[in-house]
């Protein structure tokens, strides 16, 4: 494949600085801190690279911070009976029952690491039981996303983590054997390239929102996803990358879905109960909504308001006691959404509350690329919230325990020494593929080029409701934009970081449109007017993307693996949990 950035030109003066780590973290948010944590506990060196600054950036700190959190006392089978229900298949019982499983025992042990998460008079959690997301009593627990993850850095600092600010990876690197050897990219705010040699390379650097609606996504650009793609690693359900979370239009803040915990109504232009009128349970899978919502739109009935007059005032008291986040976010915005309506909107979130992203083989994320691991947003979660999800439910508590399971793994490999060594020639070329945007003249900017490529992914007429025509329609438009990538220029080391980000994006909406092309069905996100079925004698499996090396531009070969197929995942628990948990 000709990549965008072909432009090798010798960039003298820059300074390059080379590190040698045995657990390179790729991403500062939950999944990869905790990671770090757990990796420099069994022992790694480790290094953190952040885009922004660790702990403070991706979309972790934004999170409503509801958390799904499960006790063995808890009725695990009827909790696994509703969540395949509203995920509308694709799980792996096996994978998400390891995952709902430890997460009470993997909060309990965030909590006894000093991270600030409430407690019972009597010790225990402090646990919500929530209507939300199409689930009618699901055990969460409120965090304070900000202080959560502000402490969540200090733990991977006492680990002896190194954490990198600032410092954007454009490139993995490959050994002469295939397997992962590092990465390469740069720090903006110090102008300088770095190559970083590590054993083992955890992925962690989020999902894609192509900036959409909410809050927090403006970093979620899908580097994860091009990154591991370019290094050979497979990306899976990569159709699930599309979500539209239902959100005031007025403003934005955390967790809005927790109020359609209390009973609010949604209704359309005429004041009728759109949920109702769609037949569909209250509450709804956010899928569900969002079809309702969009149908009432198109068919005239909009716009649609929430509508939570008729709680009863002890109710949103207690509610703004459990959750005292979403509450004052709530309050700062000024506008009192019990007191009138206000218009919702579904507000696109892409990956992060789909599921499609790097296909890992197992709980411990390994991908296939040997010494890769990918985790929380950035892994493919279909295995564990199938063909749906949403924000405020179980991604949390994924991003913990992928982020857990994998440092430890990433611990264990680091211990089998160096990666094999990688051509020079190889790491000259990124390191100029990383710098090709800077100083271009008459190039392309990244503002436009984004721009470009929202109008196709954002538009649910294009993206909600799909179709054979419209997927080939833009694949074809995004062939445009990619040569818009190709000479995308930038003004200086900030702009570049849009540079990659959109480069990465553009990736990403390929490899999305060409999965969902693939799959002939209609199902939880994806759905297709040419086939507006649930096909489950066809379609119990998972697309696998995979990044061709041929033509001028990118292409992905998609195929399919069913789910019962033993090669689609392994759900045994990782054997490298061993000693970490206490
Ligand atoms: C508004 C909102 C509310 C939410 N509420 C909830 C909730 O209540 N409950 C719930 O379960 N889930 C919720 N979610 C989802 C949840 O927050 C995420 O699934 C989870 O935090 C993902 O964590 P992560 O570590 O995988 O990714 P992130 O937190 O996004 O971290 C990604 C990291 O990778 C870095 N990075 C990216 N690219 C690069 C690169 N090229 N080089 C170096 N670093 C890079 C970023 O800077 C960042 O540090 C919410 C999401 C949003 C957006």
Known sequence: MATSMSDPRPRLGVPVDEWETDVLVIGGGLAGLVAARVAGTAGARVTVLAKGFAGADGVSPFAGGVALCLFPEDDLDAFLDEHEWACEGLVHREAVTRVAAISGRLWEWLAAQGVPVEREPLGTLRRRWLRVGGR????????????????????????????????????????????VAGAVGFRYQEGRLFRIRARAVVLAAGGCAWRGAHMGVHSAMGEGYGLAARAGAELASMEYCTSYIATCSLFDSHGQD???????????????????????????????????????????????????????????????????????????????????????????????????????????????????????????????????????????????????????????????????????????????????????????????????????????????????????????DLEGVWDDVCRLAAADWHDLVRCHEVEHATLTALAMFSSALVRQETRGWHRRLDFPRRDDTHWRRWTVARLEPCGERPAFRVHTIALEDPAAFDARLPAAEVGVLP
């Open 136 to 179: 009618s009593r699901v055990p969460r627990l409120a965090l304070e996303s900000v202080s959560f993850m502000r402490h969540l850095r200090r733990c991977a600092l006492a680990a002896g983590a190194r954490i990198l600010d600032h410092g954007v990876v454009t490139e993995l690197l490959t050994g002469e054997d295939g397997g």
């Open 258 to 476: 927790v109020l359609a915990a209390l009973g609010g109504r949604f209704r359309n232009r005429l004041g009728e109960n759109i949920l109702e009128r769609h037949g569909e349970p209250d509450p709804a899978p956010p899928q569900r909504l969002t079809l309702a919502m969009l149908t009432e739109w198109l068919e005239g009935r909009g716009p649609v308001v929430f509508d939570l007059r008729a709680i009863p005032a002890e109710r949103r008291r207690q509610w703004e006691r459990d959750f005292p986040l979403v509450a004052r976010a709530l309050a700062r915005t000024g506008v009192d959404v019990f007191a009138q309506p206000v218009p919702w909107i579904p507000g696109f979130t892409g990956s992060i509350a789909g599921s499609g992203g790097v296909r890992t083989l197992d709980l411990a994320g390994r991908t296939t690329v040997p010494g890769l691991f990918a985790v929380g947003d950035t892994a493919c979660r279909t295995p564990v919230v199938g063909a749906g999800s949403g924000l405020t439910y179980l991604n949390l508590s994924w991003a913990l325990a992928s982020g857990y399971w994998a440092g430890a793994a990433a611990a264990e490999l680091a211990r089998e020494g160096l990666p094999a060594p990688t051509e020079p020639a190889v790491e000259a070329e990124a390191w100029n593929r990383a710098l090709a945007p800077l100083g271009r003249e008459g190039g392309t900017r990244p503002v436009d080029v984004l721009r470009r490529l929202q109008r196709l992914v954002v538009d649910p007429e294009r993206n909600f409701f799909r179709s054979a025509a419209g997927l080939k329609s833009s694949l074809r």
